[in-house]
């Protein structure tokens, strides 16, 4: 599984050297003037015109994706590519509330809740004809459930989901070991792709609004509107999806109009485009993850008040303000403010580094020269952090080393617990919905992802939390949760980024509430004309 | 007309190098403007890489806010995040300098004396065997090879038969290496050409063992391939600073030049100019004068100037 | 016996074989530089090898000082095979001299530090100030001043350059002296004074020489048997004062006719008739090597190599031509 985000190597390296080319230019006192400042092009004025349907889309991506199934990666670089060509069983409308989508109605649960029985949609076709029957749910669970498959659906499902299967086509019943709740949000969360195709990692064929036409790796991708779509007409007759890696580049594209809608604006450029005219910035509270597992099997951090140590020693304030700009909000534990279970009001570590507690708590434990290394991965804002991190556990006396990690090698540490500290930064949305499935579930003994924390207490608050069907109830296990997970520092973001995109005016109707669920609604958009 | 008579107990102790510097000086003359202004490059980046860590604040702690623009406190501004750019950029030139310093040291330290070998075996199978291994090593580029291995062993300190080598000492390692073939290649065509000399025949004639014969060949050899280490010099301070821009070299909060310029790389657009323009420019500069003072080392032995 | 016995001595060398060489599975082609050369030189004697440019003087003098191996043959100093290991001391006795001083000098030292470099190697010297009084002795014996010693070879004139590598040859005290065209680079007065040098220099050390030019009269000057290569053999051989005067090859006479006159009054003699075109191909291998160049050639040059006959006591000549006509034609040699 690919659970981090980062660029690929081959694209890193290759927009790396460009611009180093361009950094020697530039310093060399050439091209170097129209490049600094004013936004040039549409960012100026305020477009003016029509919404309408038809035109062509253009998206810039922060990076290409290595994987195209969206039964494989739950990555956003894979989903906002893969999501007008594919859907879910159930989608979520405007207000986040998940509605039957190639489902016919909500699932019937059995009494004793471990049978699932779900009516298809009828009448729906895959974008080659084929008609969508339950076979295809059936095969895309079965895939999503098997041990041997890439796929990062695996632990949504694995020791819950007994067997699908399909009693006529437009039926699916899904067996389960024990209750699980949580499964129908795993239902409006998972993509339905043909049968064909679930082994496929350079095409995805679905029953979507777009059909996914074009690949160019590494470059972009060109989704074309499907005419037969079951739903209400999307907007655009096109969708040109472009990678373009360096984030200041996407914004200059951005503001000269190449492209409507730029993903992950760099925080330091947020103000310059929230100047702009004919740009809009949405800076949304989303399920987004500065993952920060401590590695509790070993030494230094097996030791409980060396961990609190470490979580009281943090510059909170300090990446907030200098690499975030402002926009995200103050971390404590895993639950932040776009999934269930936060409380704003519940804020045991400081804001500010509080030293002197810090070195009370690093004396008390007794670790003896204490310092370990800072996994990061290899993002401008998380190399940004890990200084910052580390500069202020400098000053409460702990040494830190930083080892930054391009996706693979990250993930690859992540996996084999190789690591003192790892920090990554993950959209959980996707896969999770407002969850927090994929982050929480680690405090659990038995994940494949544990860091080495071993608490019953919260094994059985985890149990409960995704067997449980009631909302409120789930909330407010996951709140318990999280107060234990914080107090034994166990999972220690020092913020909660926000997802920030910033599109041109020339577009209108990007859904918000899609958004919070780090959904990006292409087919929605309708462009000024 | 007064004449100053030497007791020849005096200018017998006049030591040789003086002299020898003398009419190097007279016979050198003047440098030609880009050679002095190379020199002048070179003296600032020393001087920077050397002396100004000396004075700096701490590169790596937050002396000032976000993005200060160039002012008394701070020469060249601070960085994203706050801390001081000539700091950070003295301390960046310092390792540059060092890993270009040390790397081609150890290239021309492994690759003289196998070039030199394997030009007085010409024909061999030692030479033979030599240079194939070399082209090998030098069908991959440079960068390419550092990468890889990097890839391999992570941006960490490794272990290596229960030696710790630091990230810095990596890069100097690979880099090192990479250079062999490069600097083998002088070595050896050099001493292909200057075996056939006839101080060599008459030397083994005299019954001198083949490590002094080679000794004396050195002495011939070294200057060309010294002045070509000495543009390879720009060339490993590039690699390095290419390599920690791509985040493959010494890992923050270490700086390094490449690493500067990347993380600047994200503030071209919002009016801190100083930020990529600065270490941008000590870099260039510096690469340039390694090059225009290497060229003119080059030219003046080629000209065949013997002292 | 003779101090230096030269015994059927051929040198080949190989070329590297080419691509189409291997493609055709053929053997590169060689070339013999020297060609079953057998020559004895007396110790306090010198011989002078004369003859043209290529005909493979220098090989012979590499030879004799180990430089080279010889591909058939072998060649004594003292007893001693000059191809097989040699002690120090073996490897001392012989030493040369060749034509080029700023070639046969690092250029990077100064001549103190050539001429001490194998004193301390054979630890000829015991310490650095011992070794700068020898030095100075070594530069005295060939008359220059001991200031020479801190000066570099760019710094220094031809003749007293090779002045220096002879210094330096000394310096390991050698019997046998090896100088393949110690003047040739030199003008004439300063020949001159090495010539005399060299001379004297025999007298008072009691050295051997096997002096290698193309310079007549410098061989004349020195020299108490001469040998005439020609194409890696040897035509003619004799002792100096009965071989320039009475020349018995027509290859030898030809060389002594193109030698430069000493007196500008005389006109010098037509030169070497240039080897192309040859009046008569050199049919295949075989014959004589000088008979497409040789005035008197006859069919009997074609059938095989003339062996080297005694002609005189101690004089050898490789001509068919018998002697009086020998020397009735030469009169007729254009003049
Ligand atoms: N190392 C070598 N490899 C191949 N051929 C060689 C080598 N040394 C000499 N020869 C060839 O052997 C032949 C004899 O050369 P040599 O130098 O002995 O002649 P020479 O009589 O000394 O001529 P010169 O008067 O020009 O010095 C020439 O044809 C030369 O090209
Ligand atoms: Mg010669």
Redesign the pocket.
């Known amino acids: 599984m690919t659970p981090t985000n980062d660029p690929g190597g081959a694209a890193l390296s290759r927009r790396a050297l460009l611009r180093l080319g361009a950094g020697a230019s530039l310093a060399a006192g050439l091209g170097f003037g129209g490049a600094a400042c004013s936004p040039a092009g549409t960012g100026d004025a305020v477009p003016s015109g029509k919404p309408g349907l038809g035109g062509t889309l253009r998206v810039g991506l922060y990076a290409g994706a290595n994987d195209l199934n969206p039964l494989d990666s739950t990555s956003e670089l894979t989903r906002w590519v893969t999501d007008p060509v594919a859907e879910s069983l159930y989608a979520y409308d405007d207000t986040g509330t998940s509605v039957p989508r190639l489902a016919a109605a909500e699932p019937t649960v059995s009494p004793d809740g471990l049978t699932w029985t779900i009516p298809l949609k009828p009448g729906v076709r895959f974008h080659n004809g084929d008609p969508f029957t339950a076979e295809h749910v059936v095969a895309c669970l079965n895939y999503a459930n098997n041990t041997s498959s890439p796929s990062e659906w695996i632990i949504y499902f694995f020791g819950y989901l007994a067997e699908a299967s399909a009693p006529d086509p437009l039926t699916v019943r899904l067996q389960l070991v024990k209750r699980y709740g949580l499964l129908r949000s795993h239902l409006g969360n998972m993509p339905i792709s043909h049968k064909d195709f679930l082994t496929r990692k350079d095409a995805v064929m679905g029953t979507g609004p777009y059909k996914l036409t074009r690949v160019t790796i590494g470059t972009g991708y060109v989704l074309d509107r499907n005419p037969d779509y079951h739903g209400p007409r999307p907007g655009p007759d096109q969708i040109a999806i472009d990678v373009i890696p360096d984030g200041t580049t996407r914004t200059v594209n951005l503001q000269e109009g190449k492209i409507h809608i730029a993903t992950q604006v760099p925080p330091q450029m947020v103000r310059v485009l929230e100047k702009a005219p004919g740009l809009a910035v949405y800076k949304v509270d989303a399920p987004v993850d500065l993952l920060a597992y401590p590695r509790i099997g070993k030494a230094p951090f097996d030791n409980p008040l060396f961990r609190q140590a470490v979580a009281y020693g943090m510059d909170r304030k300090g990446v907030l303000d200098t690499v975030f700009q402002g926009d995200a909000t103050i971390g404590q534990g895993p639950v932040g403010p776009a999934v269930i279970g936060w409380d704003p009001a519940f804020t045991p570590y400081p804001v500010v580094t509080d030293v002197d507690r810090a070195r009370g708590l690093l004396q008390q434990s007794g670790v003896k020269d204490p310092s370990f290394t800072l996994t990061i991965s290899n993002r401008a804002e998380m190399r940004s952090i890990g200084q910052l991190l580390a500069e202020g556990w400098k000053k409460v006396g702990i040494d830190v080393n930083i080892e930054v990690l391009d996706g693979g090698p990250w993930t690859q540490k992540w996996i084999t617990g190789k690591y003192d500290f790892i920090m990554g930064y993950y959209q959980s949305g996707l896969g999770s919905g407002n969850a927090n499935f994929l982050t929480l579930s680690p405090a659990e003994t038995t994940n494949i992802l544990n860091s080495g924390y071993t608490n019953p207490e919260v094994d059985g608050l985890i149990q409960r939390t995704w067997a449980s069907a009631d909302p409120a109830e789930r909330t407010g296990l996951i709140k318990q949760l999280n107060t234990t997970l914080v107090r034994d520092a166990v999972m220690i973001p020092p913020v909660y980024p926000k997802t920030v995109i910033a599109q041109s005016k020339r577009v209108t109707g990007l859904s918000q509430g899609a958004l919070k669920l780090s959904r990006l609604d292409l087919a929605s958009l309708r462009i000024l004309s | 007309m007064t004449s100053v008579t030497v007791p020849d107990r005096i200018s017998g102790a006049t030591p040789a190098w003086r002299s020898r510097l003398r009419s190097w000086a007279r016979k050198t003359g003047r440098p030609a403007p880009l050679t002095a202004a190379g020199i002048a490059l070179l003296v600032g980046f020393t001087v920077l890489a050397l002396v100004v860590p000396l004075f700096a604040p701490d590169p790596r702690a937050t002396t000032g806010l976000p993005l200060e623009s160039p002012s008394a406190g701070h020469f060249m501004g601070t960085d994203h995040l706050g801390r001081d750019l000539l700091a950070r950029t003295a301390a960046g030139a310092r390792l540059s300098l060092a890993v270009g310093f040390f790397s081609v040291l150890l290239g021309l330290v492994l690759a003289v004396p196998l070039g030199m070998v394997a030009a007085y075996r010409a024909g061999s199978w030692l030479d033979d065997a030599v240079m194939r291994v070399l082209e090998t090593v030098q069908a991959l580029p440079v960068f390419v090879f550092a990468m890889f291995v990097i890839g391999l062993t992570g941006t960490g300190s490794s272990s290596v038969a229960g030696i710790t080598l630091s990230m810095s000492t990596k890069v100097v390692l690979l880099l090192g290496i990479s250079f062999l073939p490069y600097f083998a290649r002088v070595a050896r065509a050099q001493t292909l050409a200057e075996v056939h000399e006839d101080y060599v025949g008459a030397l083994r004639v005299l019954g001198l063992p083949r490590r002094r014969v080679l000794g004396e060949v050195l002495v011939n050899v070294l200057p060309p391939v010294l002045a070509q280490g000495f543009l390879w010099i720009a060339i490993a301070i590039f690699a390095e600073s290419a390599l920690g821009f791509l985040a493959l070299g010494v890992q923050p909060p270490t700086p390094t030049l490449g690493g500067i310029l990347a993380d600047s790389g994200n503030y071209v657009l919002v009016d801190a100019w100083w930020y990529s323009v600065l270490p941008g420019l000590v870099l260039v500069l510096a690469v340039t004068g390694f090059n225009l003072v290497g060229d003119a080392l080059n030219d003046r032995i080629d000209r065949g100037g013997s002292q | 016996m003779s101090l230096i016995v030269i015994d059927s001595v051929t040198k080949d060398?190989v070329?590297e074989r080419t691509v189409s060489d291997r493609l055709r599975r053929r053997a590169a082609p060689a070339?013999r530089?020297v060609d079953d050369v057998s020559l004895e030189v007396p110790a306090g004697q010198t011989l002078a090898v004369v003859?043209?440019?290529?005909?493979?003087?220098?090989?012979?003098a590499r030879l004799l000082v180990g430089l080279e191996t010889p591909t058939s043959g072998r060649i004594t100093v003292d007893g001693v095979a000059m191809s097989g290991p040699l002690t120090p001391a073996q490897r001392r006795s012989v030493q040369i001299v060749s034509q080029n001083p700023w070639s046969a000098l690092n250029r990077r030292r100064t001549i103190g530090q050539s001429l001490a470099l194998p004193l301390h190697a054979h630890r000829l010297v015991a310490g650095r100030a011992e070794g700068r009084a020898r030095v100075t002795e070594l530069l005295d014996t060939v008359g220059l001043r001991e200031e020479y010693a801190d000066r570099r070879p760019a710094d220094v004139s031809g003749g007293e350059l090779q002045r220096v590598t002879i210094a330096r040859a000394l310096a390991v005290e050698p019997r046998v002296l090896v100088l393949d065209?110690p003047t040739a680079s030199l003008d004439n007065r300063v020949k001159a004074v090495v010539v005399s040098l060299l001379a004297d220099l025999r007298e008072r050390l009691g050295l051997t020489y096997v002096l290698?030019t193309?310079e007549l009269d410098v061989a004349h000057y020195v020299a108490d048997r001469t040998a005439v290569?020609y194409r890696?053999r040897i035509v003619e051989s004799g002792a100096a004062e009965t071989v320039f005067p009475s020349p018995r090859h027509p290859y030898t006479r030809m060389l002594l006719d193109a030698r430069p006159q000493p007196d500008p009054g005389v006109p010098s003699g037509p030169g070497l008739p240039d080897p192309t075109p040859a009046r008569r191909p050199a049919a295949g291998p075989g014959g004589c090597a000088f008979r497409g160049r040789c005035p008197h050639a006859m069919a009997a040059c074609d059938e095989a190599v003339p062996p080297l006959a005694t002609v005189a006591p101690g004089h050898h000549s490789a001509c068919l031509l018998p002697a009086g006509e020998d020397a009735a034609l030469a009169s007729r040699v254009p003049s």
């Open positions: 060398f070329a070339l530089a003859g043209e440019s290529g005909s493979g003087k220098s090989t012979l065209e290698v193309h290569m890696g």
